[in-house]
T-cell receptor, first 113, second 116 residues
Framework: EAGVTQFPSHSVIEKGQTVTLRCDPI?????LYWYRRVMGKEIKFLLH????????ESGMPNNRFLAERTGGTYSTLKVQPAELEDSGVYFC???????????FGPGTRLTVL | AQKVTQAQTEISVVEKEDVTLDCVYE???????LFWYKQPPSGELVFLIR??????QNEISGRYSWNFQKSTSSFNFTITASQVVDSAVYFC?????????????FGAGTQVVVTP
């Protein structure tokens, strides 16, 4: 069974540009989470989807971040326009309904110059 | 305020030594869940263990063991007879029942370096 996949693995962009990160959860996992780790600090929650609905987006830093999960399958996280402080590793995780163990992807390392 | 504290930033050991990683959490919930994840150099977070607040029994899995103590709000992790493959960043995480389902609060992580 394929695990959680994320694309791209690395992205280097300039301040002001737009970047879109993609996450493909484990098939059948209705719950999808985005997290971010900035500069060796703790991994912080961004938001939670249940199927295509945003269940909790309390961790989204500001309105430059837009997450979508059309059709309840894969999810995208768009940063527009990117700022220097957006640099970090963005993790995606999925959870099978009725359970609570999160399975994480390898992360996307975003560098904003 | 940070709810999960991993005070050790980095621990270096020589192979075969034991290493204990500390995790202290803070919550007002009576129902909560604690997790440990391993992040090897490849980057993904690998699930190691899940423990709910009502189960204080310590657990052993091979060379790994976990000591959960509610009295001190700690969930420490010990690697016995460490190996080079244990080199990774280890994260402790808390999920509170009062919070949205599955939302994790992570500690800052502890880098473990095992040298031959």
């Amino acid at each position: 069974e394929a695990g959680v996949t994320q694309f791209p693995s690395h992205s280097v962009i300039e301040k002001g540009q737009t970047v879109t990160l993609r996450c493909d959860p484990i098939s059948g996992h209705d719950n999808l989470y985005w997290y971010r780790r900035v500069m060796g600090k703790e991994i912080k929650f961004l938001l939670h989807f249940v199927k295509e609905s945003k269940q909790d987006e309390s961790g989204m830093p500001n309105n430059r971040f837009l997450a979508e999960r059309t059709g309840g399958t894969y999810s995208t996280l768009k940063v527009q326009p990117a700022e220097l402080e957006d640099s970090g590793v963005y993790f995606c995780a999925s959870v099978l309904g009725g359970t609570d163990t999160q399975y994480f992807g390898p992360g996307t390392r975003l560098t904003v110059l | 305020a940070q709810k999960v504290t991993q005070a050790q930033t980095e621990i270096s050991v020589v192979e075969k030594e034991d290493v204990t990683l500390d995790c202290v959490y803070e919550t007002r919930d009576t129902t909560y869940y604690l997790f440990w994840y391993k992040q090897p150099p490849s980057g993904e977070l690998v699930f190691l263990i899940r423990r709910n607040s009502f189960d204080e029994q310590n657990e052993i899995s091979g060379r790994y063991s976990w000591n959960f103590q509610k009295s001190t709000s700690s969930f420490n992790f010990t690697i016995t007879a460490s190996q080079v493959v244990d080199s990774a960043v280890y994260f402790c995480a808390l999920s509170e029942a009062s919070d949205s389902w599955g939302k994790f609060q992570f500690g800052a992580g502890t880098q473990v370096v095992v040298t031959p």
